[in-house]
């Protein structure tokens, strides 16, 4: 008998606060899938909703129980499960994964109200992404796979001025106090939730520079957990050893403060884990394929992809360090991951009557 594809819904969750670049990683993975995620055509054109052909990204604010007035009056953040809906969560991402359409709740960002529902349909990558992915355990085991971003407090401070200050015209003041009211709540809900991700992005102040304190060159580790199905961690060299790299000279041009690689083995909450960190920042986006071609298992389908996708969007913010190329190594090992599970899924009933 004949096994017929069964289309099969793959499920991501991204989970960082807010202001943290989950937008801009959404980007990149849409890309690695080609092309654009946008908002639903003739829907509310509030919808935080992003589809392209592959990929729907749902943000998880549309399960907020509570809309502004309604957290205000109970004096609980957004950050609160008590703001959030985790029942329907579970029931929609679950009847999704299953091929089922659902009608899904809007939370409107700019009246702060909760707008009429709107129709998603199944789509091939199911992209949860938002502030607690990872937090209800009923939802945590629908994801096929999950990161966290993890930005520094320093980091995510700095971040905030250039935005805030910059573009929105608050005060210094103002952005710390509002940082400061969030922290109870961040770290009681949001932050614990990275010890059940298959991989985080931690964002760091450098340690080139001594008492950085201007937040512009980062040091990022990506790090990998051991033992997840479908996804192999990447590495640099040797799979498995230790190594500190400085790529900087006749291949790589580095101004000042250069560029540090480090590759190794660690456990991150009693799981064993593969870390590969890069601290300073790229002078020339076309000189990546050097260190393109000393890292192994990045899932590529050509040499130099990783490069390419980095030289397309030199435009988004983080382009030129560990950010961007982590980034966008995760999204193609999605993309690899991805293709391992509707693979597996067709050849199951076959592997089923071996048995
Ligand atoms: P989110 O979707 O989590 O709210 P965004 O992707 O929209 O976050 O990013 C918010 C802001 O944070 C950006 O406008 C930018 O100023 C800053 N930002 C995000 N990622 C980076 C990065 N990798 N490097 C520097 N700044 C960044
Ligand atoms: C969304 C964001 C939160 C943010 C909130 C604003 O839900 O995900 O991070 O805090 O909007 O909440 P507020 O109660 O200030 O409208």
Known sequence: SCAAAVPRTVVIGLAADSGCGKSTFMRRLTSVFGGAA???????PDSNTLISD???????????????????????TALDPRANNFDLMYEQVKALKEGVAVDKPIYNHVTGLLDPPELIKPPKILVIEGLHPMFD??????????????ISNEVKFAWKIQRDMAERGHSLESIKASIEARKPDF???IDPQKQYADAVIEVLPT?????DNEGKVLRVKLIMKEEVK???????FDEGSTISWIPCGRK?????????????????????????????????LDELIYVESHLSNISTKFYGEVTQQMLKHSDFPGSNNGTGL????????????????????VATPLEATKA
Do not use: W
């Not at 982590?326 to 391992?340: P, S």
């Open 54 to 76: 592959m990929t729907t990204v749902i943000c998880l604010d549309d399960y907020h129980s509570l809309d502004r007035n309604g957290r205000k009056e109970k004096g609980v």
């Open 187 to 189: 770290d009681a809900y």
């Open 137 to 150: 355990e009923r939802v945590r085991d629908l994801l096929d796979f999950s990161i966290y971003l993890d």
């Open 252 to 284: 790589l041009t580095c101004s000042y403060p250069g560029i540090k690689f480090f590759y190794g083995p660690d456990t991150y909450f009693d799981h064993e884990v593969s870390v590969m960190e890069m601290d300073g920042q790229f002078d020339r």
């Open 230 to 236: 479908h996804f192999s961690p990447v590495y640099l």
């Open 207 to 211: 340690q080139l520079i001594p008492d």
């Open 38 to 44: 946008e908002p639903p055509k003739g829907g509310n």
């Open 326 to 345: 982590f980034q966008t190594i995760i999204g193609l090992k999605i993309r690899d991951l991805y293709e391992q599970l509707v693979s597996t899924k």
